[in-house]
């Protein structure tokens, strides 16, 4: 791996804990204004002495996130779809690989939307972004979208998407957690880090969520709503990476949560 490539790779994942937390706030791209999410800086600003590396739109970037900071952004280029227009799936490439290094990104970050009627075209997507951004030492994460056929995570699905990505030349993919999720990591030769997903019932759940992930495999998160959609999404990001980087069971996370809740 070349040194810039490395060093990038090394800024998104810790090299002590060789795992990582990244806040996913990117769903504006195709959702508009997600509850919680309406003012994207508000909601970010408190989050960010947590996490390693946030996720976002260059739109967001630009207008909601203080330049002065040193905090890894790994930029969503792809879209021109929305919740309102015919297919979720039609996405493609609209952020070039020079504005992510005018941005000082350490990643570029594309959905690829597999057994689709787009599958395809987001698939020579990912292969055009890679072969761009590889001249640069630019690392892409490849997102295995599901749009709003959410029953599609499961391990033979993800599974399939997670390894086609690898073998396109994503240096990263973001996946779900699913039952089985080992044959998923083991199946695919670069790091996995998982999203959320919609809201989860209880707390809990999200920490589990969090801790058999890493456990089966997973290098981190990179997690949006059941963060910041969370009543206490400080107290949550920190419980996530006590997980994440501390090793922390689910008991000790949660303890930190309702620590952090009674602070507030
Ligand atoms: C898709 O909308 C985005 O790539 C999100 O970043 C991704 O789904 C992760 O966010 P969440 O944890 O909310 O699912």
Redesign the pocket.
Known sequence: MDWGMKNRMSRLIRPDSGKAVWL????G???GPVAKLDDPAKTIKPLLPFIDAI?LTRGVLRNCVDASLDIPAIL?VSGGNSIAGPALSDEGIQTSVEEALRLNASAV?L?IYVGTEHEHQTLMALGALVNEAQRYGMPVLA?T?VGKELEKRDSRYLGLCCRIAAELGAQVV?T?YCEDFEKIVNSCPVPLV??????LKTELDVLKLAYNAVNEGAKG?????????SDNAVGMVKAIRKIVHEGASVKEASTLLISAKNKK
């Open positions: 996913a706030v990117d769903h791209y195709f959702l996720m969503r970050a959905s997102v979208a973001k779900y998982i999203a959320g997903g919609p809201k998160v990179d997690m949006g709503r059941n963060i910041w959609q």
